[in-house]
């Protein structure tokens, strides 16, 4: 059994004032393989404190020592990265051909924010001024459970890069990932005070984030529910929010598109994760005189994924993180089925022989209408929404008859088409036959799915005040 009773504050493995334990469960298997002790808001405030306490003289280190820090954590990271892989799989069910290439996705995010720094101009000259960039200070960090390690540095990279401390509230459901990234920190060197972490609930310690005057800056990733509280909750302090949330991602393959190959990549591409993914492309459009042609494609690519489970090396789909996302995922399944949606394959209840864990059969739904539930809300589990159009704006209409705008998803053979149709849409990332993410690039959403952008020099941009001084010798 894996107990974890410590909290990281001030450099140091401290154990916490909070007596509340929290279960640890396999969702392969529906087993607990230990606990974690979760802090409280008195927790909450002493890494809060010492962030603080951190935050000046870390404001005035200079950009190669940071350089060196960020160096240090990715190469920490990358030293133990099968350890930290079969943490992945065993406490988030994430595939093992998929869970190496996340440690080294967290890994890859420092250096990216590495790069940043090196070419970032934190002094410029505008006409009689002189602008300057400076650290915002003290971030709280919140994030999810379905990317930790990636979460985790992406916001952390762009924060030490800025020069400002930080205090992070991961997910409890991330606990072993989160002690073994945190063991991977304090083997870095960083100074102490500047990176600070506390397990606990969002009601708590997040609450406490939110809250305490001490913290200027909130960067969340969650869902749209949650990031709303929190835009709320820091009204009264003025804290600066970085909020990258839910999303309903519309996948639109024109007519002139290779079907063999666009749709059985709208496929995979939504179960990415294990459907599990604020940017899946969940909705799929197609146009209406090739439907039974999708249909076909689109169950041929299912047949061909094996759910199984995460340990093996060709499973695909692994469980849902818990009982409860994997309830969720159902009432969707249902809902589509009660609305009158085509089940074109999949369904409700487990995969054969998986009944054990939290796996659900990959569905995919035709014959989907706007006004059903499941082309609205964001399931988060393998769900596939297939809806049809006549004409291209027919599509462009439909994928922004939303509420969300994270990403999207465009197959066409003509390169000036796509283009076109991506700057019709309302999204922040727009990828274009099967292009994959470039993480130096901002990412983040319109509309509900989020403020702000993260990654890169964007995301190391976020982090930071602008401060202009005039009256002074610019020979200087």
């Known amino acids: 059994m894996k107990n ?15 007596t509340e334990r929290f279960e640890l469960v396999n969702p392969t298997t529906r087993e607990s ?23 000046s003289s870390f404001a005035r280190s200079t950009v190669q020592e940071r350089v060196d820090i960020l160096q240090r954590l990715s190469d920490s990271i990358l030293e133990r990265i099968d350890e930290l892989a079969e943490a992945n799989i065993l406490e988030y069910g ?3 051909m998929a869970s190496v290439g996340r440690v080294k996705l967290a890994a890859g995010n420092l250096m990216d924010s590495m790069e940043a720094l090196e070419n970032f101009e934190f002094i410029k000259y505008i006409g009689k001024a002189k602008v300057v960039a400076e650290p915002v200070g003290v971030i709280g960090i919140i994030t999810p459970w379905n990317a930790s390690y990636s979460q985790i540095t992406a916001k952390l990279g762009a924060a030490i890069a800025a020069g400002c401390t930080v205090v992070i509230k991961p997910s409890e459901l991330s606990a072993l990932q ?24 969002g009601t708590t310690v997040g609450a406490e984030f939110t809250r305490n005057s001490d913290v200027a ?24 929010v970085t909020l990258e949330l839910g999303g309903k991602s519309p996948n639109i393959v024109l007519d002139d598109a290779d079907f063999t190959k666009a749709i059985p990549a709208a496929v995979r591409s939504c179960f990415s994760n294990n459907g599990q993914a604020c940017v899946a492309g969940t909705r799929l459009f197609v146009p209406e005189h090739r439907l039974e042609e999708v249909k076909r494609l689109a169950r041929e690519t299912v047949e061909s994924i094996k759910v199984g489970l995460p340990s093996e090396a060709d499973t695909v789909l692994g469980p849902q993180v818990t009982h409860k996302q994997y309830l969720q995922v159902q ?3 249902k809902a589509g089925i009660k609305e009158g949606a085509e089940l074109v394959i999949g369904g409700e209840g487990h995969p054969d022989g998986l009944e054990q864990g939290y796996f659900v059969k990959p569905t995919v739904f035709a014959n989907v209408t706007e006004e059903m539930t499941i082309a609205k809300e964001e399931i988060f589990g393998p769900v596939l929404s297939i809806l049809t159009y006549k004409t291209e704006e027919e599509a462009i209409s439909m994928a922004n008859n939303t509420d969300y705008g994270l990403g999207a ?6 390169l000036e088409k796509a283009n076109e149709l991506a700057s019709r849409i309302q999204a922040g990332v727009v990828l274009i036959n099967g292009a994959g993410f470039e993480m130096k690039a901002p990412f983040g959403g319109f509309k509900h799915s989020g403020i702000g952008r993260e990654y890169g020099i964007y995301g190391l941009e976020d982090c930071l005040e602008i401060k202009t001084i005039t009256g002074f010798d610019l020979t200087m």
């Open 409 to 414: 998803y465009i197959s066409t053979a003509n």
């Open 94 to 96: 994430a595939p093992r």
């Open 331 to 333: 009432h969707y399944i």
């Open 178 to 201: 989160t002690q073994l990234l945190t063991e991977c920190i304090h083997a870095a060197g960083v100074p102490a005070g500047v990176i600070n972490i506390v397990n606990g609930l």
């Open 217 to 240: 800056m909130i960067n969340f990733t969650g869902s749209t529910r949650v990031g709303k509280e929190i835009r709320r909750a820091t009204v009264d302090s003025m804290k600066r």
């Open 33 to 55: 393989f230990g606990s974690v002790t979760l802090g409280d808001e008195q927790d909450a405030r002493r890494a809060i404190a010492a962030a603080k306490a951190a935050s």
């Open 4 to 18: 974890i009773d410590q909290i990281y504050i001030n450099g140091e493995f401290v154990k916490p004032n909070g």
